[in-house]
């Protein structure tokens, strides 16, 4: 098995800090889920087992909170990640023009990843920005009224 240089020492020992720092970790455990996928990028099952045994939890309970909320992942996103949301207001303005568009341009699929780990597709329900419809969001940056043209100039922001 490769080793993942993404799962570090170093991101543990952080992560076990931040969850010792809580005063009580009762009823926590989306709240460390967040805090792992920001610090590793993803819940891998390492992951999972880490935060079960810090919270006292079992693996399967931990394990069906990160698959249920679609907004945990367990695989590796690349380095900048293109949501499109696919909410009722985007779509009827042509999100999934756009979306196609996306993965025609990065030869991905929704969840994948591009082999260069550069860039990954998710897509989301709502992203409360319905005026700005349809919205697509790279990383923090949002982008409003995009439509399937302007997709090679917003990826090209981030070549």
């Known amino acids: ?3 993942n240089t993404a799962l570090t020492e ?20 989306i709240r460390v889920l967040h ?4 610090i590793f990028g993803y819940l891998p099952q390492e992951v999972q087992k880490f935060v079960g045994k810090q919270l006292n939890l079992s693996t399967a309970k931990v394990f069906g909170v990160v698959s249920f909320y679609s907004y945990f992942t367990m695989v590796p996103k690349g380095e900048f990640d293109v949501a499109v949301c696919m909410g009722t207001a985007c779509y009827v303005r042509g999100a999934d023009e756009v979306l196609d568009e996306l993965k025609k341009e990065l030869d991905i699929e929704v969840g994948e990843t591009t082999p260069d780990g550069k860039f990954s597709i998710t897509s989301l329900r709502c992203v409360g920005a319905c005026g700005l419809a349809p919205v697509v969001m790279v990383g923090e940056k949002v982008y409003g009224r995009v439509t399937k043209d302007m997709v090679k100039d917003i990826l090209a922001e981030y070549k």
């Open 10 to 29: 170093e991101k543990f020992q952080e992560l076990e800090q931040y969850i010792d720092a809580m005063p009580s970790t009762k009823g926590e455990l």
């Open 1 to 3: 098995m490769a080793v």
């Open 35 to 38: 805090k792992a996928q920001d």
